[in-house]
């Protein structure tokens, strides 16, 4: 590729709403351009990075024995009734009709279409396992898109979905998909983690994560690096954290006020009745502005929906992450007593959680419902009235495991996660198949998504600098770039760069030639932006001593090469 002959449009400055590097970068380097809140193009350069990604994930997922095929984008609302999503799913759900007022929703994911296909297709034992996947477009209404590719609206999901007679073989392809899984993400280049993890909306009972490590993420992780424990913070079942139960405190009743507001707040931010079990939250949520201060809410709730009391207030010593306050600061920030949070609370430190850091991106909740158990969780607006249970106060960096060694936290954004479904689409859509005995049987199932897009975007989080990304050699939108100084008036820099362009190509490498004859510094810019991994500069002045000077992204010099050496240098 040429430059002169491509599209490329740096820009100096990121939008005022990018809040995350991979945002700013991405649209700074020209790889999106935003058409709508969490709607992007992928423009050239990105798109390039995104189909290297797919390839990658693609071949291991054939690897692994997965068939691919391609479901629709616009899926039929009967479907999503009969597995009773249509309802559940609640807002994030986009419905729309046709010209017949007929009902249809984008695919978040394709579970239903999937089960359907395999009701139809599948009817005897001798076709299982069978695992079918696709790279589609998926949409989701976030409550708050942003930074980018990594909360869009519009986004792309490669996901698979297993059949298996039983769940035992189930068990089997899950196994294969999360090995699967630790190959794709090993081969993009990233340094991730894979956490036991909450099933959310897709259901199922059993997960794993995988997260790839960032500062930025969304996401909060721990594990025990003497063991191999490792789970989302959200998750319910983390084994060696299952807070104690407490008994349910009376505190709560006594300070109720029965004549409090309708707590309607809350049930509009949630998009549905508040549940019966929720009796108090406690949350906080990090500005949408950069300028706005951090707030936090204490919202105490009855089970009735009722609200005793609504209080914002701004707790200090949040800046670097999140704390637990304590009783003090509760009853000075908020003026009542910790008591109010719950019943697990009556004792000791209260559990709130709070990050003021703009770039950590998530709305923090913890909870107590009436059996004492606690709530806490991101994305709490989807996962509150089945929020997982946890006893933050466990949690601390460094903390002792009870199983032996210490807990760490580390930040994490999820760019894949893998399910054991068992039969909750399969049963509902009677997704059958004849046993050997001749017995209609209900097919096992599995679930494995991982975010194409989102992984573009978790890279650049993970790796860039203050001048732009650096991307990992697997999914960069070239490998290498020529950059020649004087392509257009020295014919012996012409003659080698054009050579060496024409070897790499032979070579199979990603490279580009920038024949733009743009002056050195803009040239240098423009590609330490982009993060094009490896960059060759072919110069009179190194040919004099027959040289090219070849840095590495991440290096701070570069190495004079000869020549004639330049090609396996750079392989
Ligand atoms: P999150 O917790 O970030 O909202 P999720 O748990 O809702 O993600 P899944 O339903 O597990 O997402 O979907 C599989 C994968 O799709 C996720 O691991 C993530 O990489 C990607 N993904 C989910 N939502 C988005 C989004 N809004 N934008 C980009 N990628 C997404
Ligand atoms: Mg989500
Ligand atoms: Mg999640
Ligand atoms: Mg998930």
Known sequence: MHASKYHINTLKEAPSEAEVASHQLMTRAGMIRKAAGGIYSYMP??????RKIEAIIREEMNRAGAIELLMPVVQPAELWVESGRFKEYGPELLRIKDRHQRDFVLQPTSEEVITDIARNEIHSWRQLPVNFYHIQTKFRDERRPRFGLMRGREFIMKDAYSFDRDEEAAQLSYDRMYEAYMRIFTRLGLEFRAVAADTGAI?????????????????????????????NIELAEAPCLIPERAAPSEALQ????????????????????????VKSIVLATDPVEKSEPVKIWLLLLRGDHELNEIKTSKLPGFENGYRFATEEEIVEHFGCMPGYLGPLNTRKPVNVIADTT???????ICGANEEGYHYTGMNWVRDLPEAPVFDLRNVVDGDPDPKGGSLRIQRGIEVGHVFFLGDKYSRALNATFLETDG????MQMGCYGIGVSRIAAAAIEQNHDSRG??????????????CPLGYHKSETVRNIADTLYAELQAAGVDVMLDDRDTRPGIMFADWELIGVPLRVTVGERGLKDGVVEIQPRRASEADRVACDAALNHVL
């Not at 350069?45 to 995104?50: A, F, I, N, R, Y």
């Not at 703009?358 to 923090?364: H, K, R």
């Open 45 to 50: 350069m990105g798109l390039k990075v995104l």
């Open 203 to 231: 259901g199922g009972s059993r997960s794993h994560e995988f997260q790839v490590i960032a500062d930025t993420g969304e996401d909060l992780i721990v594990y025990n690096p003497e063991s191999d424990y490792a789970a």
């Open 254 to 277: 006594k300070t109720a006020t029965p004549d409090a507001p309708k707590c309607e707040l809350v049930a509009e931010q949630l998009g549905r009745p508040l549940t019966d079990t």
């Open 358 to 364: 703009v770039a950590n991106m998530s709305d923090f």
């Open 439 to 442: 017995k209609p049987t209900i």
């Open 469 to 482: 990304i650096i991307w990992p050699r697997a999914i960069a939108p070239f490998e290498v770039v020529i």
